[in-house]
T-cell receptor
Framework: GENVEQHPSTLSVQEGDSAVIKCTYS??????FPWYKQELGKGPQLIID?????GEKKDQRIAVTLNKTAKHFSLHITETQPEDSAVYFC????????????FGTGTQLKVEL | EAGVAQSPRYKIIEKRQSVAFWCNPI?????LYWYQQILGQGPKLLIQ????????DSQLPKDRFSAERLKGVDSTLKIQPAKLEDSAVYLC???????????FGPGTRLTVL
């Protein structure tokens, strides 16, 4: 089955700096890669996603890049703000193949003032 | 649109007791998922329903866990009897169909003493 590794497990940045979280996946057939943000006491919330036919996607301060050859994808947050502090999870899935999301282990992002 | 609803939000029980969780997915979503999230880890899929049929329950500990979605809308997840290692957040998610983005509810935090 799919295996997703995520790094780093914790990340501390100063407000205004950029943050980058990286994930690798094992199943080359995976074709959909969502990123979720989970705040304390809440369920994961989708913040951005990318499909395997696209190399990069951007939504305001958030961007995701995908390298299919290397089987890795990354989340980039620019101009970080205190409200970006949360746990971020990457995930990989083969849509249509049961739609079973495999999550990474999470990155605790702390944006310091 | 209303999100995925779950209840209760918190539950504390003694080991060997029974517990049930309820989930109401986003209206019109055919696919419903139950995940277990142990502290410090990413969510792990327990069971996936397509309407009222089970698509994947390969990681559901069937000796103690059961789930149903009788009318293809609401779902319940039951644990009987509970063990200490069942302490976790139980997340429900739904998607329009098996190909679409999954949206998560707030979760039920279970503590087994």
């Amino acid at each position: 089955g799919e295996n997703v590794e995520q790094h780093p497990s914790t990340l501390s940045v100063q407000e205004g700096d950029s943050a980058v979280i990286k994930c690798t996946y094992s199943d080359s057939a995976s074709n959909y890669f969502p990123w979720y943000k989970q705040e304390l006491g809440k369920g994961p919330q989708l913040i951005i996603d990318i499909r395997s036919n696209v190399g990069e996607k951007k939504d305001q301060r958030i961007a995701v890049t995908l390298n299919k050859t290397a089987k890795h994808f990354s989340l980039h947050i620019t101009e970080t703000q205190p409200e970006d502090s949360a746990v971020y999870f990457c995930a990989a899935i083969l849509t249509g193949g049961g739609n079973k999301l495999t999550f990474g282990t999470g990155t605790q992002l702390k944006v310091e003032l | 649109e209303a999100g995925v609803a779950q209840s209760p939000r918190y539950k504390i029980i003694e080991k060997r007791q029974s517990v049930a969780f309820w989930c109401n997915p986003i209206s019109g979503h055919a696919t419903l998922y139950w995940y277990q999230q142990i502290l410090g880890q990413g969510p792990k899929l327990l069971i996936q329903f397509q309407n009222n049929g089970v698509v994947d329950d390969s990681q559901l500990p069937k000796d103690r866990f059961s789930a149903e979605r009788l009318k293809g809308v609401d779902s319940t997840l039951k644990i009987q009897p509970a063990k200490l290692e069942d302490s976790a957040v139980y997340l429900c998610a739904s998607s329009l169909d098996g190909w679409d983005t999954q949206y998560f509810g707030p979760g039920t935090r279970l503590t087994v003493l």
